[in-house]
């Protein structure tokens, strides 16, 4: 029996809406890569779930982790904020870098920014933006204050709303936040950064005042989340760069009852520079703990736009913990594990930090990856896995292979750190070696300590006399560098 033509009508029409819904996620599949940095602010290598933490609790970072490659010997630009983003963006390390520390610009009050990127500085954004991709920088800049030729629309990036400078970002619940070139006012009161407790310290209630009712990094993550949703069908670059867990110290209480077990220490006043805390442990863990939702919301977002399996996400620190100010206290947390020193300091524990990548389908999930690299080498890492091309006479080498699983990829014969603040310091890594030597502004020809850091990563043990042509490569490789622009940072006599 022959079919009808009505039936023969119907599986044409079936046919051709099944080849049509199946064609969709291919198209998909064939976009280009989207890329997203997820960039903490003082988040010590110690301080997640799945790099040891024991007391904070982070299921999304984890779970990112479980799902990717977790690097254990990645490092920072830099000790400090701005340099180490300089190196984030340039490829350069910071015996390169034009910035190679925090430099502030203007009075304290004025916001004005600290030293910009120059205006034909080639970037991560601008490499991203030349391939065609969408840009966007949500959070913390620090490369250049407003007006000036180092914000991010200057330097690559479609869309940016946040912090330009960096003191601005010492109070999470901002009166202003800027929106690309416009100030973006989010109804929060008026604080200075700088304004200390009066009135009875024991009192929960007069720290409220110190808090507001917009919340910077809840706005940045909503933010991130129309990014992803508007650009879905083009390809993007995305940096979210949170200034969690930065001092001061604030959060919402949604996420401070977590750690009501941590309310049990004493209030910090803001006698030290920054605002006051009636509960230090509790909101530092807490703030972390926001990090963490806000990283679990991007991938949601991913998720729900079904971007996930075509989305490269990192997820990264800017140097190590902070200090022990502002109400914060990593030796309670063990906020860097058992490196020595923290931020500010060129030992491990100011610049080795946590790096996890993830590519659902493209990165194989559980990895874990011992090979040293550093911040200059995301940038070459990404214009390959984009399929575009990187600056030349970059620091930086590519990692891609590691990400696909290559057994044998290419490694740096050292990296290499400098910083004038804390009294001057240099640092080397070469494969299992490092070198330091600190103080050199009193001391310029003081000689280098050396750690085997497959023995002893915590740089207990001064091996130098031991080794002297380990220290003498060391010295070779120090030298290495150019002189800075600035004549501040120019400590280092040859």
């Not at 110190?210 to 989340?225: I, N, R």
């Not at 230090?280 to 949601?300: E, W």
């Not at 524990?349 to 690299?373: D, E, H, L, N, T």
Request: with cysteine; hydrophobic share 35%.
């Amino acid at each position: 029996m022959r079919p009808s033509l009505n039936y023969l009508a119907f599986v044409l029409l079936w046919m051709i809406f099944a080849g049509n819904a199946i064609s969709q996620p291919l198209k998909k599949e064939n976009k280009r890569p989207n890329f997203i940095i997820i960039l903490a602010d003082d988040l010590g290598y110690g301080e997640t779930g799945c790099y040891g933490q024991k007391i904070i609790r982070t299921p999304h970072i984890d779970k990112l982790a479980e799902q990717g490659i977790r690097f254990t010997d990645f490092y920072s630009g830099s000790a400090v904020c701005a340099p180490s983003r300089c190196c984030l963006m340039t490829g350069l390390n910071t015996g390169h870098a034009q910035i190679r520390d925090n430099m502030e610009i203007g009075e304290w009050n004025d916001y004005g920014g600290q030293k910009p990127l120059e205006p034909n500085t080639s970037t991560l954004g601008k490499t991203m933006q030349d391939a065609g991709y969408k840009t966007a920088c949500i959070g913390k800049w620090g490369l250049g204050g407003p007006g000036s030729s180092g914000v991010p629309g200057e330097q690559g990036f479609d869309f940016f709303l946040g912090y330009l400078c960096q003191r601005q970002a010492h109070n999470h619940y901002p009166a202003y936040l800027w929106y690309n070139d416009k100030k973006f006012i989010t109804g929060n009161p008026e604080i200075s950064s700088q304004q200390k407790l009066s009135g009875n310290p024991n009192d929960p209630a007069l720290y409220k005042k110190f808090l507001g009712t917009s919340y910077a990094e809840d706005l940045f993550t909503e933010e991130a989340q129309n990014f992803i949703r508007t650009n879905k069908d083009s390809a993007f670059f995305l940096l979210m760069s949170y200034t969690l867990p930065h001092l001061a110290l604030q959060v919402p209480d949604s996420y401070l009852q977590e750690y009501r077990d941590l309310m049990n220490d004493k209030p910090y006043t803001g006698q030290m520079g920054y605002l006051p805390v009636f509960y230090p442990h509790a909101t530092y863990a807490a703030m972390i703990s926001a990090l963490d939702d806000a990283t679990g919301k991007i991938l949601q977002a991913l998720a729900e736009n079904h971007l996930d399996s075509n989305t490269c996400v990192i997820f990264t620190s800017d140097n190590g913990a902070t200090f022990s100010l502002g109400g914060a206290d990593p030796s309670f947390f063990s906020s860097n594990g058992a490196l020595r020193g923290g931020k500010g300091s060129l030992y491990e524990g100011g610049i080795r930090v946590p790096f996890i990548a993830s590519w659902p389908g493209k990165i194989k999930a559980g990895q874990v990856c011992s090979i040293p690299y550093a911040f200059w080498d995301i940038l070459p890492t990404i214009a390959e896995l984009a399929h575009c091309k990187a600056a030349e006479n970059i620091d930086g080498i590519s990692f891609a292979p590691v990400l696909a699983g290559a057994k044998n990829p290419t490694q740096h014969d050292f990296l290499y750190w400098e910083f004038a603040s804390s009294g001057g310091s240099q640092a080397i890594r070469a494969g299992r070696w490092k070198a330091i030597r600190k103080d050199l502004i009193k001391e310029p020809l003081r000689k280098f300590e050396l750690y085997d850091l497959s023995l002893d990563r915590s740089e207990k043990i001064n091996v130098a006399g031991q080794h002297p042509e380990i220290i003498q490569k060391m010295k070779e490789y120090s030298r290495k560098r150019t002189p800075s622009a600035i004549p501040e940072w120019n400590f280092l006599h040859q």
